[in-house]
């Protein structure tokens, strides 16, 4: 076994502490990686506050990995020694249901395994980014380019993808009028993905004191959701709207804004089952849709795109024992727009 260190919530709403525990070794198909940073996604709160249920202690979150090669199985052939890799929200599946078989892996018919908080193959607990040293199989594992800042990559393995996948599966782009629900982690990646792909954008917000932001990252139109003249202005406006709220809130206040046809894609997870009116659907023919991270062809397409066209997430890097603050202020919404801890500081 690898010896490992870390940063673990003991038991559901503790504070995160240091903690040791042991990786597998390296197999045939496995890549080690010395890890550099890793985001800090506001579902790893959820999950070491076990606010979904089901979350598997010790748990040492982060599902938004960067670092480097450090060793690499007899069989692997994708990476080498001293490459830059990535790991995200799943680190297995089932390979063979039909899911697996289409680069949908997000989707196994088994549930993927998690990168944190699942059990693998051999019945172990899963450990995340929050860590010094991962190792993982090959194929669930990206390549991630140098030319990059690495710490504004990170976020790019959750929030990016996130975004990134109903964008690509609704083919939103330029001729769409897009909204934006939020203007946090996910959702300034949403406008950044957006924007260059021409669509016209509007972001979404509680927050006045966001417009300049969102203008500064390319969004043509801001909406304050609270003022109803702004909302009742916007109506029948927009083709699709991406919602990536995790905080509890109304669907129906959103709906109105859609034009017949349209499409508003949810990528939060609120702690509780929203309440949703049949009226604002059925009245302009307007859906409601769900969209879960992306497959791992999908993945490395994001990063690649991301490469060429220079875009990463806006960090705020912090040191490992500043986690249980960070965590505080996440839920404040008191960063922009993602938290990334350099590991060197661990």
Request: hydrophobic residues 40%; aromatic residues 8%; glycine residues 10%.
């Amino acid at each position: 076994m690898i010896a490992a260190k870390g940063y673990a919530a003991i038991k559901a709403k503790d504070p995160l502490e240091p903690f040791k525990f042991d990786r597998r070794e390296v197999g045939p198909h496995d890549v080690q990686i010395e890890i550099l940073f890793s985001g800090v996604c506001h579902s790893d709160i959820h999950q070491a506050r076990d606010e979904w249920g089901g979350a598997i202690f010790p748990l040492v979150p982060g599902h938004e990995i960067v670092g480097k090669v450090v060793k690499v199985g007899d069989h692997v052939t994708k990476f080498r020694v001293g490459d830059i890799a990535g790991v995200g929200v799943f680190v297995d599946s089932c390979r063979h249901c039909e899911y697996c078989k289409e680069g949908l892996e997000q989707y196994c018919n088994d549930s993927p395994v998690f990168t944190y908080s699942s059990y693998d193959k051999d019945g172990n607990i899963t450990y995340g980014g929050y860590s010094n040293t991962l190792v993982t199989d090959e194929k669930y594992t990206l390549h991630v380019s140098e030319k990059l800042p690495l710490a504004g990559v990170a976020p790019l393995l959750c929030a990016g993808i996130t975004t990134w996948s109903p964008i690509q599966n609704w083919q939103m782009g330029k001729g769409h009028k897009v909204g934006v629900v939020g203007l946090g982690g996910l959702g300034h990646m949403a406008v950044k993905f957006l924007v260059s792909k021409g669509a016209e954008v509007t972001v979404l917000s509680t927050s006045p004191s966001k417009k300049a932001d969102a203008e500064r990252l390319g969004a043509h139109h801001f909406l304050v959701t609270k003022d109803p003249d702004q909302m009742k202005a916007g109506e029948r406006s927009l083709d699709f709207i991406i919602n990536t709220v995790s905080a509890q809130h109304e669907y129906n206040d959103y709906l109105p804004l859609l034009r017949v046809n349209g499409t508003m894609v949810l990528v939060g997870i609120p702690p509780q089952e929203p309440s949703l009116g049949a009226v604002n659907l059925i009245s302009k023919r307007r859906s409601i849709a769900g969209s879960m991270i992306g497959g791992i062809k999908e993945t490395q397409e994001m990063l690649d795109y991301c490469a060429e066209h220079n875009i990463v997430s806006d960090v705020e890097v912090i040191r490992m024992d500043y986690i249980n603050e960070a965590f505080e202020r996440v839920l404040k919404s008191d960063v922009r727009y993602r938290f990334v801890i350099d590991m060197a500081t661990l």
